[in-house]
Every structure is written in C-alpha cells, then in structure tokens.
C-alpha cells in the first residue's frame, strides 16, 4: 500500500502488517489530477495544477490531526500497473474501513444547506467510501469541516436511501442482496466496468480487472456474490419504467447494471428454508416455488424468490415471470414487473411446491426452439434524447406541452429517460414499434417524430419523420 507523507508528499510503500495509522480522501475526480507518476516526478511541473492544491490541502489537515501519512486514490495507486491496479481496487474497501479517519471533500458544496446537490453522491466509487470508514469529516469547496458521518447521518439517509445504521455501522437487520444493489441503481461510472468493481467491497467477493468486457463486469460480479450467498434477493431486479427500452422480452435470470435494482430499496429476506443455487451448463440451477401464471398458459410461469418486501406479510413472497423452453428449462420474461403471491407459500401448499428449475441465458437457449430458425440473439436499445438541445431549438415533448417551461424542466431533469410503451406481438419473438413525438412552442406546425422499433427477429430500426404545415417528409 502506497502512502503520501503528510510533509513530504512523498510516496512510501507498507506492506501489512507494517502499515501504519493513516488518514484517507475521498472525492470526486477533475480534469488534471495529479497522478502516481507526477506525484513521483519533479514537484515544478505539477505544482500550477488545481488539483495538486487538493493534495496539500488534505495533507495539511492531517498533519494538523496528528497523522503522518495520508491516502488518495489519485496519486497513491500506479494505474499503469496492471497487477497494481488490480490489487488496489480488490482492496480499496478495506483501506477506507481500516482508516483512521476519513476526509469527504465536496468540491461543490458550501455546507449542509446544498449537500444533496453535490456530485459525490451520484458516483459509483463514493458509495463503498461512505459506508466503509468508521468515522468521516465532511469538507466544503473551502476545506471547512461542516460536519461528520455520524452528525449528518439522517441527511445523509435521505440522500442515498442508506439506512442510518447501516451508515453508523450499528447493529441490525441484516440486508438483502437487492437492497445493497438499490444504493448504487443512480450512480454512474466513467468506465462501465467500473459498475461492476465497485461494488466488489459491498459483497465482500474479489475478481481479476478486466477492462474491456463492458457489462459482463457487473455479470461476473453477480456470479461471484452467488458463490457464498443464498439470497435470492439477487434475482428480484425488474427493468426500470425510467428507461425507453426496446429488447426481445426473454432474460436470463441476472441484472445488466445496478439500475435494474432501482425499486429494491424495501426488498428483504424471508425466514424459512434456504435454497441453494448455482451456475451450471443449462443456465442458473435455482430452488422454487413454481405455479402456473394466471391466466393460465401452459408455457407460462410464477417462480418465487426467498424474498418479500417490508409493505407484505410474512411469507407473501416476490415472484419472477418465467416462460418454459423445455421440461425443466426456463427463461424469464415480463422483465419490468415482479409478482406478489396472494397466499403465503410454502413446500406444502396448494399454491406451488418446491422445484428444482435451470434459468438459461436467452442468447444461447434460443437457438433450437422449433418452429423458429435464424438469428434469435436479444438486442436492445436505449434512446435518451438530448431535452436541453430540444429546448435550445424551441421543441417541447407533445406530451408535456401543457406544463409551463419550468415545471417541464423539472420533470425532465427528474426523469432523463423517459418511459416508452413499447406494443408487441403476443409471441415473444415478434417486433414492436414506439415513438414520441415533439412540437416547436412557437410553430405548432412544426413538428417531427422520433420512431424505433424490432423486427422480428429481433434487429433494430430507427426513423425520423419532420412535419411542416401538414406536409410530412422524412
């Protein structure tokens, strides 16, 4: 572990048990961060560097603490190192909780007043650097403390949906996969992989950096927590209705990013019999309780989970839409809902028993399907539409012309990925087709639409239609 000296700024190297009391930063990344090779370098070039305050300013206040050395990420881990790199996101988890204290600087906050407005709390990697550290001081953009972990906690609660002892560190209801996830569901990385990685502390699990798998990062890390975990939790994501999203309606049993547990914050366990679950050649070999959907198909299924939310009874547990693909192969569709069961369940009741069922991934159980040839691999696509560059020319979304600018504004900020009713077929391979549509505020004749849609099999479209006087021309 690379440490600054607090006096020096010079990087030392501590291995283990030899490391000693230390403060860390935690922040949110600018342009021109000094680096671990800068920091290494002749001190002239860097000095002129904005960010380079930071360091001395974070130093400062922990020499000021009584401490020798200090931590930040910036600097202190040689990122063109591979091996380095790795072991230092492996472990970064540890080395906030093993701090002695921690610095959060807020580059864009005054105080209290505008905290829930400040970029740290939408970042991927900030989430385990709140949780992690027994103690943390809150600074403003001047380097004025303004507060601690524990002073700020209910702010703090009602920023990030954490509950206050899970902030604090006290005792209490264990949570759920699902809940964990539904902490990160708003919070971005530069890198998508990133998605992935930083949660690997949360869950307690370790897994090699591969940069340039893209969404199979946040994959791995899902079959990771399955390998010492029995909450099925993992498993009660649902597609969020923020999100214009065309896709073939089949999944496998595993989210594509934390954004698919963005309503999981209420999920928890129910007590009872854990069922194992593990990966295998035929998908996901999972334990549940299996019933017929209502209405009736003989293809189509309720799988439920070992999990209920706080609203539910005891026992009434959340269910995943499945569809059959062969005797005791499924996948999952009606990807943005989850069942409740009306009943409690149980081995012996007459709403289901327990059955031994395989998940498969859609992209290799579709091939084979009779009736059914060609390529069958599910494609999606996401469309976010530019709002500010919209109003910029004038063009309002038809929807919400009757709302004054500002309250429109609100809402878009609120809502950047808007909901879009997709309709579509009754098979599920069959194509869809949605659009919206946009008005100049001060032309209404001038309009244009935004359509897209699958074929059936599954390959995207997209088109753009200009209205003008009620002459259309593409």
Not at 396 to 406: I, T, W, Y
Request: glycine share 8%; net charge negative; with cysteine.
């Amino acid at each position: 572990m690379w440490l600054l000296d607090c006096k020096t700024l010079e990087l030392k190297l501590y291995y283990d048990n030899n490391i000693p009391l230390y403060a860390i930063l935690s922040h949110t990344w600018g342009e021109n961060e000094v680096s671990f090779q800068q920091i290494s370098g002749p001190r002239e070039q860097i000095q002129s560097y904005a960010r380079f305050i930071k360091i001395q300013k974070c130093c400062a206040q922990a020499a000021t603490d009584g401490f020798e050395h200090v931590w930040i990420d910036t600097c202190c881990i040689d990122k063109t190192n591979s091996t380095e790199l790795s072991e230092a996101i492996n472990s970064m988890f540890n080395w906030y909780r093993d701090a002695t204290e921690c610095y959060i600087y807020l580059a864009d906050v005054t105080g209290v007043h505008d905290l829930d407005k400040s970029r740290w709390f939408t970042r991927g990697w900030t989430l385990q650097e709140l949780i992690a550290p027994d103690s943390a001081i809150f600074f403003n953009k001047e380097w004025s403390d303004f507060g601690t972990k524990s002073s700020l906690a209910e702010n703090i609660a009602s920023i990030t949906n954490i509950p206050v002892q899970v902030l604090l560190h006290q005792r209490g209801p264990q949570c759920s996969v699902a809940q964990v996830m539904s902490w990160a569901a708003k919070r971005q990385t530069t890198r998508v992989e990133d998605l992935g990685y930083c949660l690997l502390g949360l869950f307690g699990v370790n897994m090699p950096m591969i940069y340039g798998e893209g969404r199979k990062a946040f994959l791995r890390l899902q079959h990771e927590i399955i390998k010492g975990s029995t909450d099925q939790s993992l498993f009660a994501w649902t597609k969020s209705q923020d999100v214009w999203i065309l896709r073939c309606s089949s999944s496998s049993a595993f989210a594509e990013s934390p954004a698919d547990f963005f309503g999981c914050g209420t999920i928890v366990r129910t007590t009872g019999q854990e069922c194992e679950f593990f990966l295998s050649n035929k998908g996901l070999r999972i334990q549940l309780v299996v019933t017929h959907s209502v209405p009736h198909s003989d293809e189509s299924f309720t799988g439920y989970l070992n999990c209920t939310t706080l609203a539910d009874g005891p026992g009434h547990r959340l269910g995943i839409n499945l569809r059959k693909i062969s005797h005791d192969q499924y996948v999952r569709v009606g990807l943005w809902s989850i069942e409740r069961s009306p009943l409690p369940l149980g081995d012996d009741s007459d709403a289901g028993k327990m059955t031994t069922i395989y998940i498969a991934d859609p992209e290799t159980s579709f091939v084979g399907i009779s009736n059914w040839t060609g390529n069958l691999r599910a494609r999606s696509v996401t469309f976010t539409p530019s709002y500010n560059q919209c109003r910029d020319y004038g063009f309002l979304r038809v929807d919400m012309a009757e709302f004054p600018v500002s309250i429109q504004r609100q809402n878009e900020e609120q809502n950047r990925y808007c909901e879009m009713h997709l309709w579509q077929h009754t098979h599920p391979f069959a194509g869809g087709v949605s659009a919206l549509k946009f008005q100049h505020g001060g032309n209404p004749n001038l309009q244009f639409i935004v359509a897209f849609g699958t074929t059936n099999d599954c390959r995207v479209w997209p088109d753009i239609e200009l209205q003008i006087g009620g002459n259309e021309g593409l």
